[in-house]
């Protein structure tokens, strides 16, 4: 598998991982000025170390959704061009802000990922990429909402998690519902789960229906 543009597998403590060149983040390990992506943190870390093709452009524009205080979105911003990103928690946020004031192209957005019209008016439009770990129940709702900010070609790179959406209830049919809805208005691409890295968690690649 081609890894996109900015990621690379780098010999960090001896050991071979995925990395981006940025400022650490996260207390991850670094060589240089490369520092480790650690999957078990990430899901698109994860996506990557599964070899899933996510179908990106050299410094794509991003929409990141669910943004927590910024350790997946770091790696994003260290490889991509401009990356929005949205999370509704405050507190994370606090801690996202000196992720961002190391990156000139990331701009944290302390709105919810379930009203797309709040921040239209930040975030260009013909996205290359909308991520999504929000991990709250609706996780296609969100997916289908902020579809229309990507590009014809872009990617949907989302990670589903089922015990956000019924805990009592079996994650492959979490899942299949979750992807049938998805095909409302995208083109499933690629479906994985995430063991070992995340338990629970299904990856999506998609792109929207034109
Ligand atoms: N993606 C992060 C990373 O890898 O660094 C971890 C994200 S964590 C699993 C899920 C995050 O989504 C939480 O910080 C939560 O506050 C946020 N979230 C959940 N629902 C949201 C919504 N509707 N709008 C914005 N953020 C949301």
Do not use: C
Request: glycine residues 8%; hydrophobic residues 40%; negative net charge.
């Amino acid at each position: 598998m081609s890894l996109p543009q900015g990621i690379k597998r780098h010999a960090i403590d001896g050991r071979d991982r995925l990395a981006t060149r940025g400022e650490p983040v996260y207390g991850e390990p670094v060589q240089g000025e490369w520092r480790a992506w650690d999957p078990r943190r990430s899901k698109l870390g994860a996506m990557l170390e599964k070899g899933m093709d996510l179908g990106l452009p050299d410094e794509p524009t991003v929409l990141y959704l669910g943004a927590a205080s910024g350790t997946t979105v770091g790696h994003v911003a260290d490889f991509a061009g401009p990356t929005y990103a949205v999370e509704f928690a405050p507190r994370p946020v606090r801690d996202l802000l000196p992720v961002a004031e190391d990156r000139g192209n990331l701009f944290p957005l302390l709105k919810d990922a379930r009203k797309p019209a709040t921040y239209a008016h930040v975030v260009e439009s013909d996205v290359d990429a909308v991520i999504q770990d929000v991990a709250t129940r609706g996780q296609a709702d969100v997916a289908l909402r902020n579809r229309a900010f990507l590009a014809d070609d872009g990617r949907l790179l989302a990670a589903i998690k089922a015990r956000s959406e019924d805990v009592t209830r079996e994650p492959e049919t979490v899942f299949s519902e979750v992807v049938d809805r998805l095909e409302t208005e995208y083109e499933v691409l690629e479906t994985e789960r995430l063991e070992p890295y995340h338990d629970d968690h299904l990856a999506v690649v998609a792109r929207p229906q034109v």
